[in-house]
């Protein structure tokens, strides 16, 4: 076996469906884009058809097969709607991300029920339904990848972590569950813990730039993070490299979380 077919063995994706939530911006263009280039037809899922044309039009014209599904994730019915107009491209997914979010920061004294709720809908319940719509299906076929973006803050309380930082410890409390029910029947559950990405969700720091730079201080490569930093991250997460992972939180921080 050459070494071309021993690592398309390990990590190509070539004939599975992904569904990628928040796919369109941030770090999860950057994983639609390694999955989609790794061989799986990819379905992006996010509110703004703009972006959303733009992504898939990157990625075709890379010749990957790729389509897009508008989906507003704050609230169950939209939830439960983008989740069957995703599996109605290509069919059920075998592989599903959840990076889609939001982040609300006001100060803790200041959180109401509105901010709590709209964080949970969109950052923990999405997850949850999308698992509970997919995961069952993974299962039975024997096959499956479920991958969520959590938060340094999911491990570590810092610059107001708030609601966000509640709603990213619990995603990764789902992904052990996850992993505990679906899991001995070949479907891994884990999470990507990203550092400070200069994404979309990160305006409100990325436009200080003395905390920026602070930021890439105290990791260990000298640098923040880039969306295509997941690439390699997904692709195994997402293959049957990792048939044996499950349950676990890898961090793709330059080492910020043990610095």
């Known amino acids: 076996m050459s070494a071309q077919d021993y690592l398309a063995e390990l990590f190509s994706l070539e004939g599975r469906v ?24 990819t379905v992006v899922v996010a509110r703004g058809r703009e972006a959303l044309t733009a992504t898939v039009d990157e990625l075709t014209a890379l010749g990957c097969e790729a389509a897009w599904v508008t989906g507003d994730l704050s ?52 997850p949850f339904l999308l698992g509970q719509r997919f995961g069952p299906g993974m299962a039975e076929r024997g096959f499956g990848r479920i991958i969520h973006v959590t938060s340094q803050q999911a491990h570590r309380a810092f610059v107001q972590s708030g609601v966000y930082g509640v709603s990213k410890g619990a995603l990764e409390s789902l992904a052990r569950s996850q992993a505990e029910a679906w899991s001995p029947h070949g479907v891994t559950c884990n999470t990507l813990v990203p550092g400070f990405v200069m994404t979309p969700l990160n305006e409100r720091l990325a436009s200080d730039p003395e905390k920026v730079a602070a930021l890439a201080a105290r990791t260990m490569t000298g640098r923040n993070g880039l969306a295509e ?11 049957r490299a990792s048939a044996y992972v499950t349950g676990q939180a890898l961090f793709v921080d330059g080492g910020l979380s043990v610095h």
């Not at 992904?18 to 037809?41: D, E, N, P």
């Not at 939830?79 to 100060?107: F, K």
């Not at 930093?229 to 293959?239: C, Q, R």
């Open 18 to 41: 992904a569904v990628v939530t928040g796919g369109s911006s941030g770090i999860g263009k950057g994983i639609a884009t390694a999955l989609a280039r790794a061989g799986a037809k």
């Open 75 to 126: 609230g169950r019915d939209a939830i439960r709607e983008a989740g069957e107009a995703a599996a109605a491209v290509y069919g059920e997914p075998d592989i599903l991300v959840n990076s889609a979010g939001i982040n609300l920061r006001p100060p803790m004294s200041e959180i109401d029920e509105g901010v709590w709720d709209a964080t949970m809908a969109v950052n923990l319940e999405a």
């Open 229 to 239: 930093d997941f690439a390699g991250a997904a692709v195994y997460l997402a293959s």
